[in-house]
């Protein structure tokens, strides 16, 4: 009888224990899920906006201008040569440097869709009232799609 109580009590232990290892994998896989990068061109991010929004992505392109007032912002240059993506500082990062410009470079950040009733916080910094020409980012500088960059890597340096 007592051999039967300890057969029953182990047995009860070992699933107990897998119950709780599973329900331990099952949330580690969903924060790893959650925590997931995304690597996305411009051209995915701007043609699927709702699939990526407010998730992290990672993307590489050329630096085709850093604002000067401040280096709050850069825009990114996309691998179709024409359309570009606005960056703005986010986290940790202060400025960019105007020495990125030319230079290709991988971000990762939060992808941001701009509500249009809250404004643009992070472009009020840095308006459009210093540009004083039409400039090839300036769709971009109006876009409602933003990368809020977490950090980044210059992968290749401007030839000189």
């Known amino acids: 009888?007592?051999?039967q109580v300890i057969m029953i009590l182990v047995v009860a232990a070992l699933v107990g224990s897998c119950n709780r290892s599973n329900r331990q994998d099952e949330q580690a896989q969903a924060v790893r899920d959650e925590m997931e990068i995304l690597s996305a061109t411009i051209q995915e991010l701007l043609?699927?906006?709702a699939e990526y929004r407010d998730k992290e992505v990672a993307l590489s392109g050329m630096v085709t201008h850093v604002c000067r007032h401040g280096g709050q912002k850069c825009f990114v240059l996309a691998d179709d040569g024409e359309t570009q993506l606005r960056v703005v500082t986010?986290?940790?990062m202060d400025e960019f440097a105007t020495s990125l410009e030319g230079s290709t470079v991988a971000f990762r950040g939060i992808f941001r869709v701009q509500d249009a009733a809250a404004g643009d916080e992070a472009g009020d910094a840095e308006s459009g009232e210093h540009h004083t020409e039409e400039m090839a980012h300036s769709e971009a500088e109006q876009s409602d799609y933003f990368i809020e960059a977490l950090d980044l890597r210059e992968i290749a340096q401007q030839a000189e």
């Open 90 to 92: 986010g986290g940790e």
């Open 47 to 49: 043609a699927n906006p």
């Open 1 to 3: 009888m007592m051999r």
